[in-house]
């Protein structure tokens, strides 16, 4: 396969490895606010959650970061020389690591819901999901700038897309507790 073919899989797997845990900790937000409802609801819809849950993680989020990683090693193999001297692809493989460490973290969530421990309240998993978009922002950074890059100007962004996120949940929690 050539390389451009194998990029191509690697981002569209990126793509869908995203879409899901993004997704799942939506679920797992309504899972956890779903406990607060009446007996009858709370049944119903944690096992609603419960199968949404499970098939998001198992039929395309975790399916999708074995893909991302596959195809991803595949390119570092095709152009190890390139890849492998880049400065800029071993923060973003750091990125990366904090991603998969995330992502067992979410399976470990799902499966306590899964059992009825509910150790994270819903304005947690609320923080909890930025972690994974201030992960995607750091690397679609580091990668389109690689060497180009202007660190002083990628970090105060970084941190400026952080603390414009943490305003906008506390706004959030503050217009949800109004109505």
């Not at 419960?50 to 993680?57: A, G």
């Not at 690591?97 to 899964?114: A, D, E, N, P, S």
Request: charged share 20%; proline share 1%.
């Amino acid at each position: 396969m050539e390389f451009d073919t194998v990029k191509a899989l690697h981002i569209i797997f990126v793509v869908s490895w995203f879409a899901g845990l993004f997704y799942i900790v939506r679920l797992f937000i309504y899972h956890t606010e779903a406990q607060d409802k009446s007996d009858t609801e709370r049944e119903i819809l944690s096992r609603q959650f419960e199968i949404m849950e499970s098939r998001l993680w198992w039929v395309i989020t975790t399916p999708a970061m074995i893909l991302t990683i596959v195809f991803g090693t595949w390119m570092i193999v095709l152009s190890h020389e390139y890849y492998l001297n880049a400065p800029w692809m071993h923060i973003k493989l750091g990125f990366v690591g904090i991603l998969i460490i995330y992502h067992f973290v979410c399976q470990r969530i799902m499966l306590h819901l899964k059992r009825g421990k509910f150790r994270w309240k819903s304005g947690a998993l609320r923080i909890w999901n930025e972690l994974a978009t201030l992960s995607l922002v750091a690397i679609v950074f580091i990668v389109v700038f690689k060497t180009n890059m202007n660190w002083w100007k990628g970090i105060v962004g970084f941190f400026a897309v952080a603390i414009g996120l943490m305003i906008l949940i506390k706004l959030y929690k503050r217009t949800r507790r109004i109505s």
